[in-house]
């Protein structure tokens, strides 16, 4: 199976920076999206990368290098809202638009 | 634009017991896709259409689970019988995708079912 790996939980403060990391298997690599899920909702869509680089998104931006496997969402000026699930997909060459997920990231931003 | 509409939103079942389970996608979506998310899990691939045929389907358990796509549209996703590991929120995605590439995948509400 394509593993993608991802912190299972991370705290942040309100105003900070926060960066959750996700790893993937290189070969076959066709695409990464994050998602942004609250508590008993359906997930959203943040960003898409597909070329080495930062893709930025007024707060929050996406970083990819494709030769090392790694991506990461950076979201700044945190807000209480923000406390949610990111969950990283990857698509694979051949799989028709088939994302496989990781199992999400679930930030808590505090006071 | 609509988003993807799914329903019911609430399911509580009995082990053993069926259950049905329907999503109307983006219109004009060619690829629909049937995600189980645990919780605590990042959602599973199910079942993924293109139009009304099926081009994915390795990681639904056909033993017990049948979804369909008749008309290109809207689809329905069965268990029957249920389990009760079968506890979960099933998602329906959409997206344009005709061919090859990567498009994005746009999620609905999500049905949550429970079975006791």
């Known amino acids: 199976g394509q593993n993608i790996d991802q912190p299972t939980e991370m705290t942040a403060t309100e105003g900070a920076i926060v960066q959750i990391n996700c790893t993937y298997q290189t070969s076959g690599f066709n695409g990464l999206f994050w998602y942004q899920q609250h508590a008993g909702e359906a997930p959203t869509f943040l960003s898409y990368n597909v070329l080495d680089g930062l893709e930025e998104k007024g707060r929050f931006s996406s970083f990819l290098s494709r030769s090392k496997g790694y991506s990461y969402l950076l979201l700044k000026e945190l807000q209480m809202k923000d406390s949610a699930s990111y969950l990283c997909?990857?698509?694979?060459?051949?799989?028709?638009?088939?994302?496989?997920f990781g199992t999400g990231t679930q930030l808590k931003v505090e006071l | 634009e609509a988003g993807v509409a799914q329903s019911p939103r609430y399911k509580i079942i009995e082990k053993r017991q069926s259950v049905a389970f329907w999503c109307n996608p983006i219109s004009g979506h060619a690829t629909l896709y049937w995600y189980q998310q645990i919780l605590g899990q990042g959602p599973k691939l199910l079942i993924q259409?293109?139009?009304?045929?099926?081009?994915?389907d390795s990681q639904l358990p056909k033993d017990r689970f049948s979804a369909e796509r008749l008309k290109g549209v809207d689809s329905t996703l069965k268990i029957q019988p249920a389990k009760l590991e079968d506890s979960a929120v099933y998602l329906c995605a959409s997206t344009r995708f005709l061919g090859q590439g990567t498009d994005t995948q746009y999620f609905g509400p999500g049905t949550r079912l429970t079975v006791l």
């Open positions: 997909a990857v698509a694979f060459t051949g799989g028709g638009n088939k994302l496989t």
């Open positions: 259409f293109q139009n009304n045929g099926v081009v994915d």
